[in-house]
Each structure stands twice: as structure tokens, then as C-alpha cells.
């Protein structure tokens, strides 16, 4: 299934449409985001579809990426907490403190995809 935020650019590599990267301000470094931690989840989670896993006040959650939606789930990817439409909407509505997790992504410094 295709999410209508990921759209090919002129070469015909797939981003974010929604999040896009900014190669002017970032080089090509990142995919075009400012750090590893924006590429991880703007372009390798929400668009690559990779799974993810991160760490925040020391607390690790998880993320997995299925065909037709994405789900926070345990360390195990076997047990699915919370469904998602997609990458971008996980990040949009999935909040810790209160905080979304997109407005989060600056302060995680501990995230990689798999």
C-alpha cells in the first residue's frame, strides 16, 4: 500500500511530501534533514518504512512497520500496543508527556531504524 505522502522527486527516489528534506539548507548528508535523528524518522521510518526504535528519558519504545499500517508494539514487535495509519500519522498523534512525538524528534538523540 502507498501513503499519499510519499511522492518521487525528479530522479525518482521517494520522500517525505509532507516533511520534505531540505537539501539547500542541509546538504546531502541526512537525506537532506538537519540530523540523524530527523532522517531516521521523517525519511527511513515514514517513508522507507523501516521499523524503528528509540529511546527518551530512558524510557525505549518501538515501532512497526506492516504493509497497511504502522504500530507502537513491545521490544519484541510481537505485541501491538497502538495502531497507526502510517508513519506520518504515528508521529503526529503519538504523544509522551503530553508532547508529540514529532515535536520530540529534536531532543532523541538514541534512534535507528531496523
Given at each position: 500500500m502507498?501513503?499519499?505522502?510519499?511522492?518521487?522527486?525528479?530522479?525518482?527516489?521517494?520522500?517525505?511530501?509532507?516533511?520534505p528534506?531540505?537539501?539547500?539548507?542541509?546538504?546531502?548528508?541526512?537525506h537532506?534533514?538537519r540530523?540523524n535523528s530527523?532522517?531516521?524518522?521523517?525519511?527511513?521510518?515514514?517513508?522507507?518504512?523501516?521499523?524503528?526504535?528509540?529511546?527518551?528519558?530512558?524510557?525505549?519504545?518501538?515501532?512497526?512497520?506492516c504493509?497497511?499500517?504502522v504500530?507502537?508494539?513491545?521490544?519484541?514487535f510481537?505485541?501491538?500496543?497502538q495502531r497507526?495509519?502510517?508513519g506520518?500519522?504515528?508521529?503526529?498523534q503519538?504523544?509522551?508527556?503530553?508532547?508529540?512525538?514529532?515535536?520530540?524528534?529534536?531532543?532523541?538523540?538514541?534512534?535507528?531504524s531496523m
Amino acid at each position: 500500500m502507498a501513503f499519499d505522502y510519499i511522492k518521487d522527486d525528479l530522479a525518482g527516489y521517494p520522500f517525505n511530501s509532507k516533511y520534505p528534506p531540505d537539501y539547500e539548507k542541509n546538504g546531502e548528508s541526512y537525506h537532506g534533514y538537519r540530523n540523524n535523528s530527523e532522517e531516521t524518522f521523517l525519511y527511513e521510518f515514514a517513508v522507507q518504512r523501516y521499523d524503528l526504535r528509540f529511546t527518551y528519558k530512558g524510557k525505549s519504545y518501538y515501532f512497526l512497520s506492516c504493509q497497511d499500517y504502522v504500530a507502537q508494539c513491545d521490544e519484541t514487535f510481537c505485541k501491538e500496543i497502538q495502531r497507526f495509519a502510517d508513519g506520518n500519522d504515528a508521529l503526529e498523534q503519538f504523544t509522551i508527556d503530553g508532547v508529540r512525538l514529532l515535536d520530540l524528534i529534536p531532543s532523541i538523540l538514541d534512534c535507528e531504524s531496523m
